[in-house]
């Protein structure tokens, strides 16, 4: 089965807990710390792959997961790491979050992204010693891993997209031109999923060939097969427009297919296009030229319209070369536009050791991306625990902050929002 978007949960493996441990030798009464360190979680990483064509593989698999970091150990022994989750993905696949934000975009074989990020693992009690802390009884806690909802939607990447109303001749068209075999028939909607297929030309150029699945007035709108399919045309360089020569009115044919593509999210209607008339083997030439002729009046200037017929081979040979060609354009045009270097737009950035203090009620928030982190590694009710957040509290000043702004003993200072932990002052 075709499956082109797909909605999945990446977990990310969570860092292991540091120890608390001292030594416990015989004729030795005061070991020293000898707690290990948790550790890490492993990361979840996609890599394109040529040898996937569908994301079938995620149609029950709604969540990836990977593995947790072990604890550490006695004899500052380090905890095993998690390991990472690699997942192969089609290439073309698109990886965005349910807000709309592009996280990655995997347009290569063998390119990678980590999606999600393992965490750290806590450090154990020996990692605290120093000359003024011989017996350090602290240990942190290991970070959680990320958690990230995404959407993975594959958007074929193809030289050329086939596109037209139902019954307009785009598979078999594909099937002359290719070794691809999309299913044929004399009834619509035959093609129920985009087929690809490589087209050598004059034995010097190869082009990727897309059949996008027939399109209906109202498509963009959910029409018929809706929009799932017009996502593929997005990255197609020309539009080769197949228009049945048979049809009653070709004008409004030809309307109705440039409609949809304009109405689309993204404004496809001015895509490289070259107009083809289909089936015309038998048709009456002066017939055929006046159809050309009205059909020149209503498309983009610039635009060939062209005569075909797949049956016996009519023009196809010219069609392919007019879109090698109109291929060739828009690679040079991409290329123009790429080497033209746009200034860098710098910008203030928080410094990540940055806090916030916000009273709410008789409660202190703080916020912060650095203090929160620590916060998350602290096993709060432990006195020795907290007793180190509040240390790191004095060293960034918030402390002295919250003693300016009034704090008063027993009032309650919370950590995060939403919350990760609490202190009584």
Do not use: C
Not at 81 to 86: I, R
Not at 266 to 281: F, Y
């Amino acid at each position: 089965m075709f499956v082109d978007k797909v909605s999945v949960t990446f977990r990310a493996g969570n860092g292991g807990d540091g120890l608390v441990s001292f030594r416990r030798e015989k004729f030795r009464e005061r070991g020293g710390p000898n707690g290990g360190d948790g550790g890490h979680g492993g990361h979840i990483i996609l890599r394109a792959s040529r040898n996937e064509n569908t994301l079938a593989a995620f149609r029950y698999r709604k969540e990836v997961r990977a593995e947790n970091g072990a604890n550490g150990m006695r004899q500052k022994k380090h905890g095993k790491s998690g390991a990472d989750t690699e997942v192969s993905v089609p290439v073309g696949t698109v990886i965005s979050s349910d807000p709309g934000q592009i996280l990655a975009d995997l347009s290569k074989d063998g390119e990678s992204v980590v999606i999600a990020k393992g965490g750290r693992g806590g450090y154990g009690n020996a990692h605290f010693v120093s000359s003024t802390r011989q017996a350090p009884q602290v240990a942190e806690l290991g970070d959680r891993g990320e958690v990230v909802k995404a959407t993975l939607e594959l958007k074929m990447i193809a030289d050329a997209g086939i596109i037209g109303l139902p019954n307009a001749g785009k598979s078999t068209l594909l099937s002359v031109i290719s070794n691809a075999k999309p299913e044929v028939a004399d009834y619509p909607f035959t093609t129920l999923h985009p087929n690809l297929g490589v087209v050598d030309i004059d034995q010097k150029i190869s082009l990727l060939f897309a059949d996008i699945p027939g399109l209906i007035e109202g498509a963009s709108k959910g029409k018929g097969l809706g929009d799932e399919f017009l996502r593929h045309v997005e990255r197609t360089s020309v539009l080769v427009h197949l228009i049945d020569a048979y049809k009653e009115d070709i004008k409004t044919a030809f309307k109705t297919i440039t409609q949809e593509l304009k109405d689309y999210s993204i404004d496809l209607s001015r895509r490289p296009q070259v107009v083809a008339l289909t089936k015309v083997e038998g048709f009456d030439k002066k017939a055929l030229d006046k159809i050309i002729s009205s059909l020149k009046k209503i498309v983009p200037r610039g635009t060939k319209v062209m005569a075909i017929s797949s049956a016996s081979g009519e023009g196809v040979r010219e069609l392919l070369r007019t879109v090698a060609a109109e291929v060739e354009k828009d690679h040079r045009h991409k290329a123009t536009q790429k080497l033209k270097q746009r200034l860098p737009v710098i910008g203030l950035r928080e410094d990540d050791r940055a806090w916030h203090i916000k009273k709410s009620g008789d409660r202190f928030v703080i916020s912060g991306k650095k203090i929160e982190q620590f916060a998350g590694r602290t096993r709060f009710g432990d006195f020795h625990a907290q007793q180190r957040l509040r240390d790191i509290m004095h060293k960034m000043g918030i402390t002295a902050e919250l003693n300016r702004r009034g704090i008063q003993p027993d009032q309650t200072v919370v950590i995060g929002d939403p919350p990760i932990g609490q202190l009584e002052w």
